[in-house]
């Protein structure tokens, strides 16, 4: 299974960018995919995922209420609406997958199998 993100770019504060991940599988039973991002110097911190068969989901607290992860499972695709973005989301952002998640492994990036290649958000104020 590979994972391609795309959608990342240069956007002022207060905009909004929507990151896409398409995985290759098309039998993704109980795939959970998520997006992750990492500042330069940082590490890799969670955002949010979803449950690719019953749309649960899950965000950090710095992002909710200003961003949306969705799922499109004809396409086999996740979406991250970013709205009201903030300089400090700069970051390039990695959508993972893994189909053994537990709920309370979610938010972990050492649990996920998968990687797709970063996007980067830069956001300027």
């Known amino acids: 299974v590979q994972l391609q993100a795309s959608g990342g770019g240069p956007v002022q504060a207060g905009g909004s960018l929507r990151l896409s991940c398409v995985a290759s599988?098309?039998?993704?039973?109980?795939?959970?995919m998520g997006w992750f991002r990492q500042a330069p110097g940082k590490e890799r911190e969670f955002v949010a995922a979803?449950?690719?068969?019953?749309?649960?989901?899950a965000y950090a607290d710095s992002v909710k209420g200003r961003f949306t992860i969705s799922r499109d499972t004809a396409k086999v695709t996740v979406y991250l609406q970013m709205n009201s973005l903030k300089p400090e989301d700069t970051a390039v952002y990695y959508c993972?997958?893994?189909?053994?998640?537990?709920?309370?492994?979610?938010?972990?990036?050492?649990?996920?199998?998968?990687w797709g290649q970063g996007t980067q958000v830069t956001v300027s104020s």
């Open positions: 993972a997958a893994d189909s053994t998640l537990i709920r309370s492994s979610w938010s972990k990036a050492s649990a996920y199998d998968l």
């Open positions: 599988e098309r039998n993704f039973g109980r795939m959970v």
């Open positions: 979803i449950n690719l068969s019953g749309g649960a989901t």
